[in-house]
Each structure stands twice: as structure tokens, then as C-alpha cells.
């Protein structure tokens, strides 16, 4: 699977849209981008995941750049229980390599 | 709660104990895996089972340590002759893997301190 770089912290003040940053130059062209986040001492939680379009849901946005080496990862409007740790993911579709390959996240931080 | 369950969430045992942990997935979902997470990483692949069969394994995993989903259901997780390296978040996520397509959903892990 692709390798991500996410930055390893970030501040977003409540109520404001918070854009996360993920790099993944070597993602070929039939692996997903999938965002998972952990809130402190919880398992991780699935946000959001595609392919090349863009995707919505009613927690997040997943902007993914045409040429597919980027992504961003959007929670519109930004509550303190967004605080957690959210990972970029990317993986093949299925099949043998099932499994996730977390790096060490993004640390958000929302504050008041 | 139709969620991913761990138990126990806490485990405290003395160097040398055997310790066993178990997942129950969300109903129907074929797959199932483990995970470790220790401080400050993200979650490492241990091992995962589709139905009852184990299908991958992780080098993480030691000799020290067996898993098993007996009737494709629930899955424990067993170390034995436990070290202090092995505290750490276990955490347990499962699937519905169908056609090349599954979204894995975790539960909320057993903590394991070795003292």
C-alpha cells in the first residue's frame, strides 16, 4: 500500500471548517483514500473513503486532487468533539491485502 | 449497541501470565482483525480471519500469541508467558467483505498493562 504524510498537528477554532492535508504521491491507480480518526483511549472511528471523485457524508467532506497524490479531508463546522487523531489511509481495494496501514496521524485540536 | 465489542477494556496482569481477550463483530460481518496500538502510534496489524479462517498474520505475531473464530463469530485473542512489551491497545475491527469492497469498523480495544 501507498505510504501518507499527514502534518503531525493542527488547531482549528470551533465552528470553523477544518481542512486536513494528506500526501500520497505513489497511490496507484485502483487504491482508495480512506480517513479514520481516534478520539483519546477509543477505537478508531471510519470517516470517509474514495477513489477519485469527491465524496460526502454527514460527517465529512474527502477532496481528492486529479492527478490523485492529494487529498484533504473537511469537517465543515468544527466542534470540540472533533479533537482526535485522524488518520489517511490508502489501500488496494480488497483481496489479500485487507489490512489498514495506519502511519501517526494528524493531531487536531479544536479549541473554544 | 450493534457495534464492534471488546472484553475486557482493561487488563492488568503480573509478567509471565496468560492472558485471553475477546471480539465480538458486528452481526454478519465475515471479517474480523486484530490490531495493536502502542503509545503514541497508530494501530499495527496483528492478524485477520474471514469466517473461520485465519488468513493473514502479522511477524508482530509472535509465537507467543494465537488467535481464533472458531465458528466464524466471535474471535479471542490468547498471549501466553505475557512480557512487558506486550501492554499496548488491542483493538478489534470487523467487515462485510463483498465484492472486493469492505469498510472495516473498530471496536474499543482492550487494554493491556504488563506490570
Known amino acids: 500500500d501507498a505510504k501518507t504524510t499527514q502534518p503531525p498537528s493542527m488547531d482549528c477554532a470551533e465552528g470553523r471548517a477544518a481542512n486536513l492535508p494528506c500526501n500520497h504521491s505513489?497511490?496507484?491507480?485502483?487504491?482508495?483514500v480512506y480517513w479514520y480518526r481516534q478520539i483519546h483511549s477509543q477505537g478508531p472511528q471510519y470517516i470517509i473513503h474514495?477513489?477519485?471523485n469527491n465524496e460526502t457524508n454527514e460527517m465529512a467532506s474527502l477532496i481528492i486532487t486529479e492527478d490523485r497524490k492529494s487529498s484533504t479531508l473537511i469537517l465543515p463546522h468544527a466542534t470540540l468533539r472533533d479533537t482526535a487523531v485522524y488518520y489517511c489511509?490508502?489501500?488496494?481495494?480488497?483481496?489479500?491485502?485487507?489490512?489498514?496501514?495506519f502511519g501517526t496521524g494528524t493531531r487536531l485540536q479544536v479549541t473554544l | 449497541d450493534t457495534g464492534v465489542s471488546q472484553n475486557p477494556r482493561h487488563k492488568i496482569t503480573k509478567r509471565g501470565q496468560n492472558v485471553t481477550f475477546r471480539c465480538d463483530p458486528i452481526?454478519?460481518?465475515?471479517?474480523l482483525y486484530w490490531y495493536r496500538q502502542t503509545l503514541g502510534q497508530g494501530p499495527e496489524f496483528l492478524t485477520y480471519?474471514?469466517?473461520?479462517?485465519?488468513?493473514?498474520k502479522s511477524r508482530l505475531l509472535s509465537d507467543r500469541f494465537s488467535a481464533e473464530r472458531p465458528k466464524g463469530s466471535f474471535s479471542t485473542l490468547e498471549i501466553q508467558r505475557t512480557e512487558q512489551g506486550d501492554s499496548a491497545m488491542y483493538l478489534c475491527?470487523?467487515?462485510?467483505?463483498?465484492?472486493?469492497?469492505?469498510?472495516?469498523?473498530f471496536g474499543p480495544g482492550t487494554r493491556l498493562l504488563v506490570l
Open positions: 489511509i490508502v489501500r488496494l481495494p480488497t483481496g489479500t491485502a485487507s489490512k489498514l496501514t
Open positions: 452481526s454478519e460481518h465475515n471479517r
Open positions: 474514495g477513489l477519485k
Open positions: 475491527a470487523s467487515s462485510l467483505f463483498r465484492d472486493t469492497k469492505e469498510t472495516q469498523y
Open positions: 505513489t497511490i496507484s491507480g485502483n487504491e482508495y
Open positions: 480471519f474471514q469466517n473461520e479462517a485465519q488468513l493473514e
